[in-house]
């Protein structure tokens, strides 16, 4: 038994190291914390999104009343879903992760007892999983309410997350509309989650998945403009 305890401390404390390449792969001090002033942003730009959607919806039925071709309306519906702009439905998976209780010590004795940056979801956790889903085949994802297109970036300061410009707090819930075994097989095989499931064992950080035969993911409410480009060459 103790041989299982060193080898799984170590195991921690190596994965981190490799993965990370030298750097503190579960620690955001280097983040500021701005939560106030992100909390005051995220209702600014919650009624933003209530505006926008209320024009999108004028916007539509002025489209419908005006006669279009049926090839390029057929043409601007595949583009329209591909974009993310209708709604998903099919099966697939749902990945919840939480923080730990506060209060958490380690689960399995001989394993180092927990710093307060390992009882937290960082940035880096729920881009492993948001990535390993598009690598599984993913065709939509969602994370927490909101679904996810081209220009979407997961952000987090401290352990809140900043999504498209809303404020969020755990437990953290992910969906992916795919095949559910691909999906699966997707996480399972992620360097990255792996490591995190050694601190589920060790910590008690929170972490589901779930199979779906039928989720519906909603269409993408934001802005599609481009705020930032730079040309490749």
């Known amino acids: 038994m103790s041989c299982l305890v060193f080898g799984l401390a170590g195991f921690l404390c190596y994965a981190g190291a490799h993965a990370s390449h030298?750097?503190?792969?579960?620690?955001?001090?280097?983040?500021?914390?701005?939560?106030?002033?992100?909390?005051?942003?995220?209702?600014?730009?919650?009624?933003?999104?209530?505006?926008l959607a209320a024009l999108r919806a004028q916007i539509d039925?002025?489209?419908?009343?005006h006669a279009q071709n049926p090839a390029d309306a057929a043409k601007l519906a595949a583009l329209e879903k591909a974009a993310g702009l209708d709604p998903l439905a099919g099966a697939g998976l749902t990945v919840t992760l939480d923080d730990a209780p506060p209060d958490a010590t380690a689960r399995i004795p001989g394993v180092p007892q927990p710093q307060p940056d390992d009882l937290v979801i960082h940035q880096q956790d729920l881009q492993a999983v948001v990535n390993a889903l598009w690598r599984?085949?993913?065709?939509?994802?969602?994370?927490?309410d909101?679904?996810?297109?081209?220009t979407s970036a997961v952000r987090c300061v401290g352990n809140q997350l900043i999504l498209q410009g809303r404020v969020y707090s755990p437990p953290?819930?992910?969906?992916?509309?795919?095949?559910?075994?691909?999906?699966?097989?997707?996480?399972?095989?992620?360097?990255?989650i792996q490591t995190y499931l050694q601190y589920v064992a060790?910590?008690?950080?929170?972490?589901k998945v779930d199979q779906s035969k039928a989720?519906?993911?909603?269409?993408?409410?934001?802005?599609?403009?481009?705020?930032?480009a730079t040309a490749g060459k």
Request: charged content about 15%.
């Open 22 to 51: 030298g750097t503190d792969l579960r620690n955001d001090n280097t983040l500021l914390r701005l939560s106030d002033l992100i909390e005051q942003r995220s209702q600014q730009n919650a009624q933003a999104d209530a505006s």
């Open 61 to 65: 039925q002025l489209a419908q009343q």
């Open 136 to 144: 599984g085949g993913a065709t939509g994802v969602q994370v927490q």
């Open 146 to 150: 909101q679904r996810l297109i081209s």
């Open 172 to 192: 953290y819930v992910i969906k992916a509309v795919g095949s559910p075994q691909a999906l699966l097989t997707a996480l399972n095989g992620d360097t990255y």
């Open 202 to 207: 060790a910590y008690g950080l929170g972490w």
């Open 215 to 228: 989720m519906t993911l909603p269409a993408y409410s934001g802005t599609v403009d481009l705020q930032n």
